[in-house]
């Protein structure tokens, strides 16, 4: 059940639309005001889709959806564009990317058409090509786990990032292991 903590953590208040828990399949995206929350759960026209609700005092809207229109079967791992106006997210064939090919999408939202910011066949041929937690780094720059190496002896899991339409780099030079789940601070830098 989805809640909203205080910022010393000694308040949680659940997230209840129209008088109901909202119960998640993965992890929310929030507003930094607490107001708007993206989540993905089952109950649309896909296995998982992505759902906003926002609050107008003290109650929350009823759930829209936003991913009524991608052929894919998961839309899930949501993220705020640095503008604020739509969602980057995990839209692919199956739950888990490493599993099975997956792309980043972005959504308005205010729902509509779901375009694919940056897809697995843009990647080198890897051992497994793959778009994970697409995230928006400003200036039109997208950084996103994916493809693992070409070169069995190195490690998997690589953050990378692509510019408008430019081919995909390695954002950082990998010295470590499971470099997973980049998030993009104000200024430009990574967090991983």
């Not at 059940?1 to 992890?27: K, N, Q, R, S």
């Not at 510019?163 to 991983?192: E, M, W």
Request: with cysteine.
């Amino acid at each position: 059940l989805l809640h909203v903590a205080d910022a010393a953590l000694t308040t949680f208040t659940p997230v209840m639309p129209d008088g109901a828990g909202i119960y998640l399949e993965g992890f929310p995206a929030i507003t930094d005001d607490g107001a708007t929350i993206i989540y993905a759960a089952s109950g649309g026209p896909h296995m998982r889709d992505l759902y906003i609700t926002t609050k107008i005092g003290a109650t929350w809207s009823t759930p829209a959806l936003l991913t009524a229109s991608p052929t894919y079967a998961f839309n899930n791992q949501p993220s705020f564009t640095r503008d604020g106006t739509a969602v980057l997210f995990n839209c692919g064939a199956g739950a888990d990317p490493e599993t099975l090919t997956n792309d980043g999408c972005k959504v308005a939202l205010t729902g509509g058409a779901v375009t694919v910011v940056i897809a697995h066949t843009t990647l080198p041929n890897g051992r497994n090509s793959y778009v994970n937690f697409p995230r928006d780094a400003g200036s039109g720059r997208i950084v996103f786990e994916g493809s693992w190496p070409l070169d069995a002896n190195m490690p998997p899991e690589t953050i990378w990032q692509r510019t408008g339409s430019d081919a995909p780099t390695v954002a950082i030079p990998r010295t470590f292991d499971n470099s997973v789940s980049p998030c993009v601070l104000g200024d430009g830098r990574l967090a991983i």
